[in-house]
């Protein structure tokens, strides 16, 4: 999904990229959830869920007074910075467990 966004921010403004990856990636999750229920740590989901609701006022505020070319630079950053991490340049840990390239 995060290459969606990044496209996305390409071509339209940060405030519609942002509703359009929104309605996306909530799309795709009904659509995984289903199959995935099981799987499902529900004392992990709820303090996602409580640290998602803590912190997304913050992200609110942060978002409507910022400069869209900064929102495009962060993201962008952001996303090489993922890239970096996941092309085998080295040990990454994730989850407190070193993941070794190939």
């Known amino acids: 999904m995060p ?10 403004d940060p405030p519609r ?27 992990l989901l709820l303090r ?22 900064v929102v495009r630079v962060l993201v962008g950053a952001t996303i090489l910075a993922f890239a970096r991490c996941s092309d085998g340049g080295g040990d990454v840990v994730w989850a407190n467990s070193p993941v070794r390239s190939a």
């Open 48 to 69: 996602l869920g409580l640290g998602s609701l803590a912190g997304l006022p913050l992200g609110l505020l942060a978002f409507r007074y910022a400069d869209p070319v």
């Open 17 to 43: 990229a942002i509703q359009l990856v929104v309605i996306i990636s909530t799309a795709l999750s009904f659509v995984a959830l289903p199959g995935l229920w099981r799987a499902i740590a529900l004392g």
């Open 3 to 12: 290459f969606c966004g990044a496209v996305l921010l390409l071509f339209v």
